[in-house]
């Protein structure tokens, strides 16, 4: 049986070790600092708490947490890991760009362990539910596959340390990237008086997009504020050599707006959810 | 009957008059200064060519031309228009912004003839086959309404002048702006060895857009160097007060990238289309 220590606990990561719970896996946590609400997920998820020193002695650690947390996460295990025998292998699956998944990996040289760069695509998992996407890469020794065995989607790539946290934002690229692309579309038509005629015409002759538009809108305004920074990491990511930076740039923007207007009443957001709504 | 003038003829001007002919118009033009294509394409849309004095006794006149001629066609024709005792409705169709669109107001101003702004959406019609979208903004007295009549599929919308060029701008993010930053994502992907499970991921998740992409970027390739000037007439209608011209500034410079690499050979592009291909 595999051991695995799940660090920290939001909806993500007590979604996955519920899941590697389900699968028959051994599933660790460390609580300490955290609040009620973690706690109450940890336990609800079938985790245990355990000290940072028996979190190192676990086969595989997987870090979830926060984009901005991550390489203080693994600074915070880096002592543990370094004193423990065991050598669990450390797997970053969080947010964050191949150049802070480096940082990560810099800041666990010292400690003996391997560590891998991962990224999970898809919603948490539900009780007895779907696994999302587990990509990991820089893993040639394939030392993550105990996940597949207890349930995890799995996927290895055939490709260095950073291509997983890579893969993570150029998805993002077509899904909030899109979004903003959409929004903008919409607040342009309705400030020019051709909101309703772009409604018929993308019913029309672009139905699909009608449906996601419909369902990204409402979905996506409570998080604007949060994609602003996602957006911001894609342009650097792409690097000022490429002109698409500059798409990214002007997504972040179009949050950060949308992130004020919500501040302030949400008059733009209420024009948004109704100029997205599928034309009747 | 209606008396329509169509100027000039393009693909798309040659088949919207076909479709007015299989409609039971009678339709004309002017070839003065055309080429021998422009000629054969009038002359088996069934097209009659006039001198401009007759063009301007017909009832309506489309001018269906490329975005930088259309200020120069409706100055071409006003001194015939101001002559003319029938007074045509004029028509602009062109992908223009409302700016431009009101400039072409301007230069018939005189002419005593009504002007009317319109957009087409869709491709070119085929013999016997369908029409495109043909939205007209500015016409409360629905002078336009014959071209319904001879089987155009007419949308009058309930907005002032401009809003018809306006929607074909909007529209145009929504199709040209999310192929850009597809182009951006695969060659993103690409350059950070995340391709293949990219093309795995977007076939698992998003299978929607896999065949849009793998449609669109073909297409795109041979037009981007025309895709350039269009996201950078999107970013000036939207305004410098909206961020999202920055996003179309950032296409404008994505297509501007691929345009030259064509000239060059064309080694991003083919990345683009191995990149763009659906997972097998």
């Keep these: 049986m595999t051991t695995i220590a799940i660090l920290a606990t939001g909806a993500m990561g007590a979604g996955i070790g519920l899941h590697l719970v389900e699968g028959g896996a051994t599933v660790l946590t460390n609580l300490d600092g955290r609040g009620p609400e973690s706690r109450r997920r940890a336990v609800e ?17 997987l870090s979830i947490v926060p984009p901005g947390s991550a390489v203080a996460l693994a600074e915070r295990l880096a002592p543990a890991l370094a004193a423990s025998d065991s050598k669990p292998v450390f797997v970053d699956a969080n947010a964050i760009s191949p150049e ?27 009780p007895r539910g779907k696994s999302p996407a587990f990509y990991v890469s ?3 020794d394939r030392l993550t596959a105990p996940l597949a065995q207890h349930g995890l989607d799995w996927k290895p790539m055939e490709a260095p340390f950073g291509a997983a946290s ?12 899109v979004t903003a692309l959409a929004a903008a579309m919409v607040l342009g038509a309705e400030r020019n008086g051709a909101g309703a005629a772009l409604r018929a015409e993308l019913a029309r002759s672009q139905p699909e997009l009608v449906g996601r538009f419909a369902k990204a809108m409402p979905d996506m305004l409570p998080k604007a504020y949060r994609w602003v920074a996602e957006m911001r990491e894609i342009a650097a990511f792409l690097g000022p050599d490429d002109p698409a930076a500059l798409m990214f740039e002007g997504a972040a923007q179009v949050y950060e707006r949308l992130a004020a207007d919500r501040e302030a009443g949400g008059e733009l957001g209420a024009t948004l959810l109704a100029g997205s709504k599928p034309a009747v």
Tied chains: 1, 2.
């Design 45 to 61: 998820a079938g985790l245990r708490d355990v000290p940072l020193s028996e979190v190192a002695r676990a086969d595989i650690v």
């Design 100 to 126: 802070t998944a480096e940082r990560v990996r810099a800041a666990l040289a010292g400690s003996g362990c391997a560590v891998v760069d991962g990224c999970i695509i898809g919603a948490p998992p539900q």
């Design 138 to 140: 820089g893993d040639p």
């Design 166 to 177: 890579g893969l993570k934002l150029v998805y993002a690229m077509c899904t909030k990237g």
